[in-house]
């Protein structure tokens, strides 16, 4: 059914429950998965606050948090993925929209399916769907399975 899987996590506890369906599913038909993480574009408004405060390597210091960030996320997602046996590889796209890294590597990447949560860190009330989740629903040509 599926060959290769795509599960988008942000480290929250919802994308947490994204990542395990997608191991046990990836697992029942076969398949491998592709974790990705997606980090945003630094922000004009922190890194001059920051230069402001004598901080002139923002810049540098953003990219080094977001990357030691992405590192933690996708090294939680392999160990589920070795816990149950299933091969994995992993993505941290950088300076992008959480939805369009996510799209556009699920094409890169030849996956047949995108699993993610329905709302991650950035759920504004945890009763409706998240932006993103909902912008990769819109956009996608590639299934998606929504986990609540």
């Known amino acids: 059914m599926y060959k290769r899987i795509m599960v988008a996590t942000d480290g929250s506890d919802m994308a947490g429950k994204a990542v395990e369906h997608g191991v046990l599913l990836a697992k029942s038909v076969g398949a491998d998965i592709v974790f990705v993480t997606v980090t945003e574009s630094w922000s004009a408004f922190v890194i001059a606050s ?80 998240g932006s993103q989740t909902a912008e990769v629903l819109a956009v996608s040509k590639i299934p998606v399975l929504v986990l609540r």
Not at 68 to 91: E, F, P, S, W
């Open 50 to 129: 920051d230069v402001e405060y004598g901080k002139i390597s923002a810049v540098d210091k953003f990219e080094a948090s977001a990357n030691d960030a992405a590192g933690k996320i996708l090294d939680a997602a392999k160990k589920v993925a070795a816990g149950h046996d299933v091969q994995c590889d992993t993505r941290h796209v950088h300076d992008r929209l959480p939805a369009e890294g996510i799209v556009e590597t699920a094409e890169l990447e030849d996956c047949e399916l995108i699993v993610m949560a329905s709302h991650g860190r950035r759920g504004l009330g945890k009763m409706m769907m």
